[in-house]
């Protein structure tokens, strides 16, 4: 697989504290790869490793096939949790200052600065003070500076922080269409549906340690604990059909509507063998729904981490 960065055996500490111990991590291009893990597990000290901003103690870290060096920061774009805008100085000449830090002439900043205002409608803030804007319309400057020099490797922490869900709807399609060109994103955040959204590969760090990784729908899978809804149209007492059903399968939760005649059961089955329970079921009543409960990244998220305390 060709990635755009991967960590190898990378640790860092602080006096006595370990804020990172041997992360190992591939990272492929042109895909959101979601960085994931409690506060304090390590993954503001890992972003802050990619962006130079802090060095590792051990280990290596390769960018696009070569050993990081202050050259790949011109190809590496971070929009941090904590945003750094000036607030006293005006919308359109912070910008331009910023995009020229990133390596643009004046010329080519101004022509990419107009074409990101006029796409997300801020037009008429060239003028304005930071200070004058909400936290939403200063993220979304803060996102345009971020993109503005179209780097190979964008790392968003909290990208919707601030954002209500109309915008944040924009920026998510913002970022989808940045990969859709071949930008590679890492991707951090706390909001689990963001990751399931977004996210084709995770990695989640608890204690800095590297817990878990992989593809999002392969990790699902492995997750996987054999649990089913069913819904049951019947025309018997649904406490009867349950108790009969009980007999034979471990029912975890259920509800009978009686004016709907409608029996709704969650079951985990003993093997994957859904074809013959199915066949049994029937037999019962008329089967209006059979759904395989696949966990979500919230669901493997807390599973995973509560597993980790509980072996220590």
């Not at 640790?11 to 990272?27: F, H, M, R």
């Amino acid at each position: 697989m060709d990635n755009i960065l991967v960590a190898k055996n990378v640790s860092k500490s602080y006096g006595d504290y370990t804020a990172l111990s041997n992360i190992s991590l591939e990272i492929p291009k042109n895909c959101i790869y979601g960085l994931l893990g409690p506060n304090g597990a390590g993954k503001t000290t890992f972003i802050r490793i990619i962006n130079q901003i802090t060095y590792l103690d051990k280990g290596e870290v390769l960018f696009n096939g070569e050993p990081l060096a202050t050259e790949h920061i011109s190809h590496i774009g971070y929009l941090p949790e904590e945003r750094g805008l000036y607030k006293s100085m005006k919308v359109g000449e912070q910008a331009l200052y910023l995009a020229q830090l990133k390596g643009l002439s004046k010329q080519d900043a101004k022509k990419r600065l107009r074409f990101w205002f006029d796409r997300l409608n801020i037009g008429d803030w060239w003028n304005k003070k930071i200070q004058e804007l909400s936290k939403g319309m200063a993220q979304k400057i803060q996102f345009i500076v971020t993109v503005l020099h179209e780097p190979k490797l964008l790392i968003f922490d909290e990208p919707f922080s601030g954002f209500d869900p109309i915008n944040a709807n924009i920026i998510k399609d913002e970022i989808l269409q940045l990969r859709d060109k071949g930008t590679s994103i890492i991707f951090s955040t706390h909001r689990m549906e963001s990751v399931e959204e977004l996210c084709e590969y995770m990695a989640l760090i608890h204690k800095s340690e590297k817990i878990l990784d992989g593809k999002l729908s392969e990790i699902k899978k492995e997750y996987k604990n054999n649990i089913f809804k069913i819904g049951l149209e019947i025309e018997q007492n649904g406490d009867t059909l349950l108790k009969q059903l009980e007999e034979k399968f471990h029912i975890l939760s259920s509800s009978f509507d009686i004016q709907e005649k409608q029996l709704d059961f969650t079951v985990q089955l003993p093997s994957n063998n859904t074809r013959d329970v199915l066949l049994e079921i029937s037999k019962q009543a008329n089967v209006n729904r059979f759904e395989e409960t696949i966990p979500s990244a919230n669901d493997i998220f807390i599973q995973t981490v509560n597993n980790k305390e509980d072996n220590g």
